[in-house]
């Protein structure tokens, strides 16, 4: 199997910003209002990794269909001065203990090349892999082509190295 990073688009240069909201790491509630900025002609990004994953309701869909232990809070991205409102949703990710001894690092800790043991990711198709100073959202290739078959904005994949046996 095959696997990809999911990252926020970052060639896109005015999408919507996220002011201060409460979307601390432990955060949990049913739903939440978060205020944005809209720059003139800003675009509604379907994922957004900051401040932390938020994904459209139509990403949301495609997501839950292949992965049953996925929560969702609701998040409406509010726009008070132009009065605009849009159901977002934060993604709570199983989080897999799946580096490889083959990852390389920066010296600084930055993580220069990702690589999965894949006899850990078991059969889950979306999951969390958690770095030192980094955190990623990993699909598997069934879904990274459901993703691409569809018009979703702001979305970038990128293939992961998985580990030699």
């Known amino acids: 199997m095959e696997y990809f990073i999911v990252r926020q688009d970052q060639s896109i ?79 709570d990710i199983v989080k897999k203990n799946c580096i490889s001894h083959e990852t390389t690092y920066y010296p600084d800790g930055q993580m220069k090349e990702l690589v999965i043991d894949p006899k850990k990711v078991e059969l889950d198709c979306i999951f969390q892999v958690d770095s030192k100073k980094e955190s990623f959202t990993i699909v598997n290739l069934d879904v990274a082509e459901s993703m691409l078959r569809r018009p979703f904005l702001g979305i970038q994949l990128q293939r992961v190295r998985l580990e030699r046996r």
């Open 13 to 91: 240069t005015n999408p919507i910003i996220p002011l201060k909201t409460d979307l601390e790491d432990d955060f949990v509630c049913s739903s939440v209002f978060g205020e944005v900025i809209e720059k003139e002609n800003a675009l509604y990004l379907d994922y957004l990794d900051k401040p932390r994953r938020i994904v459209s309701d139509d990403l949301k869909e495609l997501l839950a269909k292949y992965e049953d232990n996925l929560d969702f809070t609701a998040i409406v991205f509010t726009d008070v001065k132009k009065g605009t409102q849009r159901v977002y949703w934060l993604m």
